[in-house]
């Protein structure tokens, strides 16, 4: 008995392109190929699995109602051939060739001098850095070491160490405060609108002071553009906060505290480029370890 047709990712790739974007002039621009290949390839696909999945139609490609479940199964794939690809190149870049990623404040306070202190002593490991406010996988190699101010990671094979405490606090701009003065503590702020972003450090300061108007951006970016205009008073982390010049720190709030961890996968446990590097960002992380506290009176 002839068994289901076998249907590779290379079927799916182009089932999803002309899906995504309703015809295969689009779909050939997205996949970097002609037309003529594209028809060609859906046909193909539709013969193997033995059934029309799309409407032709004078405005492009429609998906028959009874194929709409395969699109669901066409991007599980698409996820797992990406895993398998980023997966594959951090094999490919080797135990000399580390990919670190870490958001903006951290990069700059703890990465960059861990970075180049660790240069210093081993010129043959490469080191890339990835800034972003985006937790990147490491199980699926789109990094392979984070520093992160986050909960703890919960993955099974991922290894994560506690490397420091991160504090915030609330800021606005000097021409806020002269105008409208500088809150002192958690009291003072039924007084002001807060610029907060929804999570912990956000959330938890409105549970603090209630009566206080309160305000959501989406970005800590949006927070500080706010804060500039003189729309309210911002929470922000003090390792952020404390570097801009242009703005006043009130106080150091209570609470949050966000931990700082550094994490890898298991794979990486007992290299020794791996272990030389780790020990040099958990140096400079305990270094900067007042910085991350607010503990440092900004300029």
């Not at 701009?173 to 610029?195: I, K």
């Amino acid at each position: 008995m002839q068994g289901p047709p076998m249907i590779d990712w290379d079927d799916q790739r182009f089932f999803l392109a002309v899906v995504r974007t309703g015809s295969t002039i689009a779909a050939s621009r997205v996949l970097g190929v002609n037309q003529t290949t594209v028809s060609r390839r859906i046909a193909q696909l539709e013969e193997r699995v033995g059934a029309v999945l799309f409407d032709r139609q004078r405005e492009g490609y429609r998906l028959k109602p009874a194929a709409e479940p395969l699109v669901a199964l066409a991007e599980q794939a698409e996820l797992t051939a990406q895993a398998f690809a980023d997966l594959a190149a951090s094999v490919a870049r080797g135990l000399d060739h580390l990919r670190v990623t870490t958001n903006e404040p951290l990069a700059n306070t703890v990465l960059a001098p861990a970075i180049a202190a660790f240069r210093a002593q081993r010129p043959e490991v490469r080191i890339d850095v990835v800034i972003t406010p985006r937790q990147l996988d490491l199980m699926r190699g789109e990094a392979d070491i984070a520093l992160r101010a986050a909960p703890q990671p919960t993955e099974p094979d991922l290894i994560a160490r506690r490397v420091g405490d991160a504090h915030w606090g609330v800021y606005c701009s000097r021409d806020y405060a002269r105008f409208n003065g500088a809150p002192e503590g958690l009291a003072d702020l039924e007084r002001h609108t807060l610029l907060m972003i929804p999570d912990a450090s956000g959330s938890r300061l409105g549970e603090l002071v209630p009566a206080a108007r309160r305000e959501y951006r989406e970005m800590v970016n949006d927070l500080c553009v706010s804060a500039r205009a003189g729309l309210g008073v911002a929470s922000l982390p003090c390792v952020l906060g404390d570097g801009m010049p242009d703005f006043v720190r009130c106080f150091v709030q209570p609470e949050p505290v966000t931990p700082v961890w550094l994490v890898y996968p298991e794979r990486l446990r007992g290299a020794p480029e791996v272990r030389a590097f780790l020990d040099t960002v958990i140096q400079h992380t305990l270094d900067a370890r007042d910085t991350l506290a607010g503990r440092i009176t900004p300029a």
